[in-house]
């Protein structure tokens, strides 16, 4: 069974940081993109990053390019979210996801395999 744990999630202030990890069982995923989605209340989930199964190519939303970066560790099957220069607006379930390909997308339809989610909170 495929099963995907966030972890890192949490409260902080506006400026400072968090890292989020997505840690996969089941299966193996070091040939599969994997990517970063939130979902703030009342907001439909959106893209924030994404890396191919080599991690040689990521793709971030416009809103966190510079201040997150993606990167994953395919002998532990993890993927993590280095979050830095947090914003109010951040604030939202933070959930990881695999693509059954190589290359990510942008496109939460085009994951199969989802986590629970993480909370991340920032305040003003």
């Known amino acids: 069974q495929v099963q995907l744990v966030e972890s890192g999630g949490g409260l902080v202030q506006a400026g400072g940081s968090l890292r989020l990890s997505c840690a996969g069982s089941?299966?193996?995923?070091?040939?599969?993109?994997m990517g970063w989605f939130r979902q703030a209340p009342g907001k439909e989930r959106e893209f924030v990053a994404a890396?191919?199964?080599?991690?040689?190519?990521?793709y971030y939303a416009d809103s966190v390019k510079g201040r997150f970066t993606i990167s994953r560790d395919n002998a532990k099957n993890t993927v993590y979210l280095q979050m830095n220069s947090l914003k109010p607006e951040d604030t939202a379930v933070y959930y990881c996801?695999?693509?059954?390909?190589?290359?990510?997308?942008?496109?939460?339809?085009?994951?199969?395999?989802w986590g629970q989610g993480t909370q991340v909170t920032v305040s003003s």
């Open positions: 089941g299966r193996t995923f070091s040939t599969n993109a």
């Open positions: 890396i191919n199964w080599s991690g040689d190519s990521t």
């Open positions: 996801a695999v693509r059954r390909t190589y290359s990510g997308s942008y496109y939460p339809n085009e994951y199969d395999y």
